[in-house]
């Protein structure tokens, strides 16, 4: 078992981290505790949108200032931060249940995004594609 932490210091961050190290992590665990019986693609995604919708939560009807506030406050930003985990968690055992490349499919939807987003139509600008 990987040590998430080691004498309360991070082993890994962003600067570090692969996608394939999340992989095995994800992958551990959940075979550990008998879980792939459960974690289909629509049980997985379904865990997407739920926790996704948990983290929605923390920032419904709050003003923009009320929510850049919220990561000022320890407790707050903790909730916030576990929640975009969960979220992490169930994308990354989607990818990695189903052998999906998360960089090769990363980079190929933002060359598509470049041909259907061009900077000299949207820049500074919310429209969807299909306004402009």
């Given at each position: 078992?990987?040590?998430?932490?080691?004498?309360?210091?991070?082993?890994?961050?962003?600067?570090?981290?692969?996608?394939?190290?999340?992989?095995?992590?994800v992958k551990e665990f959940s075979e550990q505790r008998d879980w792939d019986q459960f974690h289909n693609a629509k049980e997985l995604t379904t865990g997407i949108v739920t926790e996704s919708s948990e983290l929605l939560q923390h920032f419904r009807f709050k003003s923009y200032q009320q929510v850049d506030d919220m990561f000022d406050d320890p407790k707050l930003r903790e909730e916030i931060s576990e929640e975009i985990s969960d979220v992490l968690f169930f994308l990354i055992r989607l990818a990695q249940k189903y052998d999906?490349?998360?960089?090769?499919?990363?980079?190929?939807?933002?060359?598509?995004?470049?041909?259907?987003?061009?900077?000299?139509?949207?820049?500074?600008?919310?429209?969807?594609?299909?306004?402009?």
């Open positions: 078992m990987i040590n998430y932490r080691k004498g309360g210091t991070r082993i890994n961050n962003d600067k570090n981290t692969s996608i394939s190290y999340f992989k095995k992590i999906i490349d998360l960089t090769t499919e990363f980079n190929n939807k933002m060359s598509k995004n470049k041909k259907k987003y061009p900077i000299d139509k949207v820049k500074g600008s919310n429209k969807r594609h299909s306004e402009y």
